[in-house]
């Protein structure tokens, strides 16, 4: 047993949509979020520059005494993991590994689509591991960054929101896809005008989920999981200011929480 808490992060909101699949799957655990609303929105910045605010969080993270942390953001996921790893001794898990699994699972036609930041897509990351999976998939993927600054501003079901999915998505529906993944943790926030847009043809995959299983089944393995009695607590933390934080937190997680602020350059 391990009742150290478990630290997860993002650039801002879209974090939480990890944290409620955790919330659901493992109910016992301790959570640390930080969003890192000061330096959001990741997906337009560098390799660089999301590996050092990458590296500054886990930080910050470590003086919680988290027993793993999760990204949950696929722009550091795919960008940062490897340095994490190779930086930091405690367990590290990322997104976009149960994304792949889950687009795997679900396309029939082996057409997939694939939604993220900019510097999602420009990794390639989803795109390498799917081929290495199956290499006979072909792999649609594009860019959606407007739709971080939607969900940041609460703008997630209104005439800019679709008109704005619209745009980005025809081209994808228009390659005959079967499923699209997610691949940007505030994009769940968006799932309902996602989802009319594209129609119900179209399976969206959102890899929290399957990314909290997988935590699960690791801390189980390693006999690291919090005691069955425990009532968890939730703390969350942000780098600047954010007057939509705490609506956005009620929104997905359906309860008000109080985040702190933290000098997260002083890591
Ligand atoms: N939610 C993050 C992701 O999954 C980052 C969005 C951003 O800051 O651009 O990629």
């Not at 493992?26 to 990458?54: C, M, Q, W």
Request: charged share 25%; hydrophobic share 40%.
């Amino acid at each position: 047993m391990d009742t150290r808490p478990i630290g997860v992060f993002d650039s801002g909101v879209g974090g939480l949509t990890v944290v409620k699949q955790m919330m659901k799957t493992l109910p016992h655990e301790n959570i640390i979020y930080f969003g890192d609303t000061a330096r959001l929105p990741y997906g337009t910045k560098s390799k660089n520059a999301v590996t050092k605010f990458s590296k500054q969080i886990v930080r910050f993270l470590l003086t919680k005494d988290v027993k793993a942390v999760v990204i949950a953001c696929n722009t550091a996921s795919s960008n940062s993991l490897e340095a994490l790893r190779q930086t930091f001794e405690i367990p590290i898990f990322g997104v976009v590994k149960s994304g792949v699994k889950e687009a795997l699972r679900s396309t029939k036609n082996k057409r997939v689509g694939i939604i993220g930041t900019a510097a999602t897509i420009r990794s390639k990351a989803y795109e390498r591991l799917i081929a290495q999976a199956d290499d006979s998939i072909q792999v649609y993927a594009k860019p959606c960054p407007l739709f971080v600054s939607l969900v940041e501003e609460g703008w997630t079901d209104n005439a800019v929101a679709r008109l704005t999915a619209e745009n980005y998505l025809k081209e994808l529906v228009a390659e005959d896809i079967d499923c699209l993944v997610l691949g940007c943790t505030h994009y769940p926030l968006l799932k309902k005008c996602i989802g009319e847009t594209v129609g119900e043809n179209i399976n969206l995959v959102d890899p929290a989920k399957a990314t909290a299983k997988m935590v699960k089944a690791f801390l189980s393995e390693k006999k690291m999981l919090h005691k069955k009695e425990n009532v968890a607590e939730h703390f969350f933390y942000i780098s600047d200011a954010a007057d939509t934080f705490d609506m956005m937190c009620k929104k997905a997680l359906k309860k008000a929480y109080s985040p702190e602020i933290v000098d997260i350059e002083a890591y």
